[in-house]
């Protein structure tokens, strides 16, 4: 494991979640999801959202439109927090989920513009 991208991609993920979120990812790890949080933080924010080649928003905005295509809500909601962090604003959210309407079909953007609405409640 490379110390420099753990830290890196900690960082990362605490900027897009908020200490709050993963710390209780951390603390709530044990000998059998050690290895599974190491490697969420050095090989996927550490490794892959740390690259320089696109900006952490456009990373978010591409993942959105990913994860509302595979339905994966609860993944989805905690991502529209981060892309938010990231820079995102509601038109662009807006645009990646009609997008998504169009390619991954109805019900997959309808989950994802509800699940963008909490979340712009819980922001107020």
């Known amino acids: 494991m490379s110390q420099k991208e753990y830290e890196q991609g900690l960082a990362i993920r ?5 200490d709050a979120h993963v710390n209780r990812a951390m603390d709530n790890m044990d000998e ?3 290895g599974f949080q190491d490697y969420v933080n050095e090989i996927c924010y550490g490794g892959i ?5 696109i900006s952490l928003k456009t990373r978010s905005l591409l993942n ?4 509302a295509t595979l339905g994966r809500s609860q993944e989805l909601k905690l991502h ?4 938010i962090a ?9 645009e990646v989920f009609l997008q998504c309407a169009m390619y991954s079909g109805i019900p997959s953007a309808n989950d994802a ?3 963008a609405k909490e979340v712009f409640a819980e922001k107020g």
């Open 113 to 115: 513009f509800r699940l």
């Open 64 to 67: 959105l439109a990913i994860l």
């Open 32 to 34: 059998f999801t050690k």
């Open 86 to 94: 990231n820079g995102a604003t509601r038109e662009e959210l807006f």
């Open 14 to 18: 605490r900027q897009m979640f908020g």
């Open 49 to 53: 959202w740390a690259r320089s080649g």
């Open 80 to 83: 529209i927090r981060g892309a």
